[in-house]
């Protein structure tokens, strides 16, 4: 639904755009040169952006077993980087582009939900999951509460079970970013019009 608004607002600014220079504007170079030069080609940009936003995902658990099993799974599927601890998996975040942070609960130094909650605010489109073995209530409600968490699944996971969420999730992210992306687009458009009647008012 935000995305069809954004969709509309867009094409009504860009008519507007023509109405005013058609009408308005005689000397086009110089509205070449003033005008600020980006793009508002909403359909080659954002099929360039689905083109760039790559299934990759991160998985963060103390126990090498578990993200040898996670990797073996779904290596076939999704670009996967795995960590051994929250500051190891921080470092990941931090030089790459990372969709999906999965993670276990009960791990040395840094639990799982203060691992997503230390990387909510600098990684805010990042969906986060959480893994935990033990029948933790309080851990489930400060994922939610703190995390911010997408997901919540208990070990053992079952595989079809896993995938199904993961793609889904990648899915949620996809959406999140294109709707932040026609934002960011209604906000440029928005900004190109002001100019265009500043230009009008002065001339």
């Known amino acids: 639904m935000n995305w069809i608004f954004n ?6 600014i860009k008519n507007l755009f023509s109405i005013i220079l058609s009408k308005h504007v005689r000397n086009l ?3 070449r040169v003033e ?3 980006k793009r508002i080609n909403m359909s080659e940009d954002l099929k360039e952006m689905k083109d760039k936003d790559k299934l990759t995902l991160l998985y ?3 126990e090498v077993n578990n993200l040898r099993s996670f990797k073996a799974a779904f290596r076939r599927d999704f670009k996967i980087y795995t960590a051994e601890s929250g500051a190891e998996g921080r470092k990941i975040l931090d030089e790459r582009e990372i969709s999906i942070v999965l993670t276990d609960q009960r791990m040395p130094f840094m639990t799982g939900v203060e691992f997503l909650e230390s990387i909510v605010n600098d990684f805010p489109e990042t969906i986060r999951i959480l893994i935990t073995g033990f029948s ?3 851990a489930v409600i400060d994922a939610i509460n703190k995390g911010r968490i997408y997901h919540y699944v208990q070990k053992p996971w079952n595989e079809n079970y896993l995938k199904n969420i993961i793609s889904n999730a990648f899915e949620t992210h996809r959406l ?9 687009q209604l906000k ?3 900004e190109q019009l002001e100019f265009l009647l500043r230009q009008e008012m002065l001339s």
């Open 60 to 62: 963060v658990d103390d």
């Open 188 to 190: 440029l458009s928005n």
């Open 176 to 184: 999140r970013k294109e709707n932040k992306f026609m934002m960011d």
């Open 35 to 37: 005008i600020p030069q």
């Open 136 to 138: 933790d209530i309080q």
């Open 29 to 31: 170079e110089y509205f």
């Open 7 to 12: 969709k509309t607002a867009i094409n009504i």
